[in-house]
């Protein structure tokens, strides 16, 4: 609807559902990262966007031990916030399905200095 103010403002809000396809398995992001295997599957998890108290009680682990875990995974991935890691964990370039061979590869952790 045309209004008599000059310059209206206007905002475009765009969303997706995120894909889970998307993100790496907690084995591939553990190996690109240097994580261990407790703060890898705490990463993958909080990547999906739920809180850390519904990670903590989906992985069997007490909210102390979770932020702890997530303490570490920013240290080592160089973020700040859960949406820092999801935007990190996204644009590694890889979406593999399981932990394979190549997902482990020495070549995945020279790549991973290279992007620093």
């Given at each position: 609807m045309p209004t008599d103010e000059p310059d209206a403002g206007s905002v475009l809000v765009v969303a997706h559902e995120l894909n889970r396809a998307q993100i790496p398995s907690p084995c591939v992001i553990g190996s690109f990262f240097g994580l261990t295997p407790a703060e890898a599957r705490l990463a993958y998890e909080m990547a999906h966007?739920?809180?850390?108290?519904?990670?903590?009680r989906r992985l069997g682990i007490t909210p102390n031990t979770a932020r702890t875990h997530l303490k570490h995974v920013f240290e080592k991935t160089g973020t700040r916030r859960q949406a820092e890691l999801l935007r990190l964990l996204l644009s590694c370039g890889f979406s593999l399905a399981d932990c394979s061979p190549a997902a482990t590869n020495v070549s995945l952790r020279a790549a991973g200095r290279r992007r620093a």
């Open positions: 966007g739920d809180g850390l108290g519904a990670c903590a």
